[in-house]
């Protein structure tokens, strides 16, 4: 069983079944096995040995101690449990599908090519090593070729790793993503001289597992590079994954890792591993420069904010259009709309299917609304000549309620906009730790690269992920001394806070926030410490590290927080600190050190602390900026509290398919905070009829929960709706899903 994860881009594609280069019997399972210490491949065959049935894949001794193992569910379960005591956490194998421009201009990439290193050379990232985990890359591209530096394919286990060719499972997203950080030719990354080495760990289709990505940061480790870049993610929030624990021990190895967020958004709480490992950069997409369009109905006032999907025309109509509903976009549905603005709904199709059939009908335009409440971004994977947008679910009925009425007519406005979160960009926070994801925000919409054969925009947080690899490059360059957490700090220190109101022209990184950050402010969880400023970054007069405060979740046996921070001088000369009080919260009450000063390259350790009274304090998650004036420049760093159990999700990653024997089913799901009552409950898809239960269990421990349901007690054979619950504190959430059981096999 395989739970399906994806490259962070934000394309409407058919479901692609993706083959691991090892052949699976049906009966089988693939597992990653979490050491408590590191084991040499002798004592992994003794442990795995009385397992006649349990075959050793690979063994991990970088990125985890552990290894992976093939074989039956029923023999890998006897495996982890008589060895328990070795063994600190089993996982399932998960299945993984691929997560100079304006864009560099923006996070000041074009202002740091004036910059110089130790050695008197400008700032290119020139002698840094970037690896980039991903579908492969190009490297005959021209303007790739003069960086590329090797690589390896985790999926067909050789030297080349090449992006998959093949019609029909062509994969572009790797060399996409490298073109960002290290291009150098016809358009410049931004790292340009950068060396790029390829990890193909996602095969055709842009499929691939856990296995192979672990298997990936394990090859990254031992070839030393300097930073590593995973633009690839999926949607459980939970900090114990094999790959986020992984992307930890990378950095504890000094290799600064980034990784995307996820394209989840806008509802918190959706940020998925490997974005929640706690020591890797957590990167969210914001917007560089775009035009958007406006609708105006004639006759009406109001105006519907319209976002243009990368791959389509500008949106530059010179006159009105009538706007006529075609369904979902097939060709049957669109006979009349020749000449005229096209309104669609998203599903069944993908975005370029229903523009390209409505391209075909004569339409001028289309207008793709959401099936599910808020907005979304889109890319068309062929350019098309017509212009293109999605829109909310809410304005798209509107509109249908405007056609329903008789003939609409519509016009089109067009305005400059910048630095905005974009909508898709996945939230936090973390599940269980609580900790600010994402770390920062760096430019994920429209963005220009690198693809075989040519060049594409694209957009989704697996493009704002690799500004943030480059950004890292430069600092290292200017800083070769520097350890992964200095460079991260560098970055989230001086980060721009973005404001869904700000003016485009603000440009000023030392904002001052107080405490509560006004309503028109992300909230950090949502931006972390805000969008990267690179020029800014690699002249930080200092160093605040952690970059971000995590206060935790109260207690009855607690209500005093401390947070411990390493404040260091890397200007040269003096500096006086201290810290702005924040704005006064009812039942609440900080204590800051005094003021003190630093002498160049000189550091200290100071401690700030929270008092939390929860008869007075109301909120339930408290969050916002702390200011840190250092010099002449004021630093934020952004902190959450949690006073109550919060609204997270409690359940998530549901899968289910057939068992090891005949007639017997498996499932898996992810709890991230337990569950005081769970069960997976059946009902008639036609009538929504409750049929019964497929599993029900009481007080559940948090993690990812994995179990056999018996041929005798698997419901009849067909086709059923589940609704899969979990409780908590007085919460209950829940998915829904169809599965299908079949006969069973002779």
């Known amino acids: 069983m395989k739970l399906l994860l994806a490259i962070l881009l934000t394309f409407q594609t058919a479901n692609i079944l993706v083959h691991p280069p090892i052949p699976n019997r049906a009966d089988e399972t693939i597992a990653i096995v979490v050491l408590d210490k590191p084991h040499s491949e002798q ?19 970088e990125a985890i101690d552990g290894f992976s193992v093939q074989g039956s569910a029923e023999q890998i379960e006897k495996l982890t449990t008589q ?23 923006i996070i000041g990439g074009e202002e740091v090519r004036s910059f110089f290193d130790q050695k008197n050379e400008r700032l290119t990232g020139k002698g840094v090593t970037v690896g980039v985990i991903d579908t492969g890359v190009d490297y005959t591209h021209p303007d790739l070729r003069r960086n590329y530096a090797g690589g390896h394919d985790l999926v ?19 060399t996409h993503v490298a073109g960002i950080i290290a291009a150098n030719g016809k358009i410049k990354g931004v790292a340009p001289e950068a060396k ?3 990890y193909r760990a996602l095969g055709p289709g842009g499929g691939g597992t856990t296995e192979q990505v672990l298997a990936a940061i394990d090859q990254a480790i031992k070839d030393k590079v300097d930073i590593v870049n995973l633009s690839l993610g999926n949607d459980i929030n939970g900090p114990d994954l094999p790959i986020s624990l992984a992307l930890n021990r990378a950095v504890d190895k000094g290799i600064v890792a980034v990784a995307a967020s996820g394209n989840s958004g806008p509802n918190v709480w959706t940020v998925g591993s490997p974005g929640t490992a706690s020591k890797a950069i957590s990167v969210g997409a914001s917007t560089p420069t775009l035009e958007i369009p406006s609708l105006l109905i004639e006759g009406t006032r109001d105006k519907i904010r319209l976002q243009p999907m990368e791959g389509s025309e500008k949106w530059a109509l010179d006159r009105s259009l009538e706007l006529v509903d075609g369904g979902i976009g097939r060709r049957k549905e669109l006979q009349n709309v020749q000449g005229k603005m096209v309104l669609l709904q998203r599903g069944t199709l993908t975005f370029s299917e229903k523009a390209k059939n409505a391209l075909d009908a004569g339409a001028k335009a289309v207008l793709i609304y959401n099936n599910t409440s808020g907005e979304f971004m889109g890319n068309l994977d062929t350019p098309m ?22 003939s609409v007519s519509a016009r089109v406005e067009v305005r400059e906009e910048r630095d905005r979160l974009a909508d898709f960009s996945s939230r936090g926070p973390v599940t269980g730790t609580w900790e600010i994801k994402p770390d920062i925000v ?31 490059a430069l600092i290292k360059q200017a800083h070769p001394d520097w350890t992964p957490l200095q460079i991260k ?26 405490a509560d950050s006004e309503p028109s402010y992300y909230r950090t969880y949502e931006q972390g410490a805000g969008r990267i400023q690179v020029d800014a970054a690699i002249h930080a007069p200092s160093l605040v590290s952690p970059s971000s405060i995590r206060f935790g979740k109260y207690t009855d046996e607690s209500d005093r927080h401390i947070a411990h921070l390493h404040v260091e001088n890397t200007s040269g000369r003096t500096q006086r600190y201290a810290f702005t009080i924040p704005k006064q919260v009812d039942g609440l009450s900080w204590h800051f050190p005094l003021s003190f000063t630093l002498e160049a390259g000189q550091a200290k350790e100071v401690s700030v602390e929270l008092v939390v009274d929860p008869k007075l304090f109301k909120g339930k998650i408290h969050d916002g900026y702390l200011s840190l004036q250092a010099g002449e420049a004021s630093m934020q760093i952004p902190y959450l509290y949690v006073l109550e159990e919060p609204g ?45 239960y497929l599993d029900s269990e009481t007080n559940v421990k948090k993690g990812q929960l994995k179990k056999v349901i018996p041929a005798d007690q698997v419901p009849a054979v067909g086709t059923y709706l589940v609704k899969v619950f979990a409780k908590k504190a007085g919460k209950e959430d829940f998915m829904e899903r169809m599965i299908v059981i079949e006969e069973p096999e002779e």
């Open 43 to 61: 004592d992994i065959k003794q442990l795995i040995a009385p397992y006649k049935d349990v075959k050793l894949r690979r063994i991990f001794q």
């Open 83 to 105: 060895a328990h005591k070795q063994i600190i956490h089993v996982s399932a194998v998960t299945n993984y599908q691929a997560e100079t421009e304006e864009s560099i201009k």
């Open 156 to 174: 067909d286990n050789d030297r080349d790793p090449m992006e998959t060719l093949a019609i029909g499972k062509a994969t572009i997203h790797g």
């Open 196 to 198: 790029i080495v390829a």
């Open 385 to 406: 000549t017509i212009p293109v947008a999605a829109l909310s679910k809410r304005d798209g009925g509107i509109l249908q309620k405007e056609i329903n009425k008789g």
């Open 442 to 472: 760096a430019p994920g919409v429209a963005i220009h690269s690198t693809i075989p054969g040519g060049y594409l925009s694209l957009q989704g947080t697996s493009m704002a992920a690799p500004h943030v690899a480059g950004a890292c």
């Open 489 to 514: 700090a560098a970055l989230m220190n001086t980060a721009k806070p973005l404001s869904s109101g700000a003016s485009a022209e603000n440009k000023d990184h030392t904002i001052k926030i107080g």
């Open 648 to 692: 997270y999700p409690r359940v998530m990653g549901f899968d289910f398919g057939k068992g090891d024997r005949p007639g017997e089913y498996r499932y898996e799901v992810y709890l991230p905070g337990g569950a005081e009552e769970f069960g997976i409950a059946l009902f008639n898809p036609e009538d929504y009829r409750f049929v019964g």
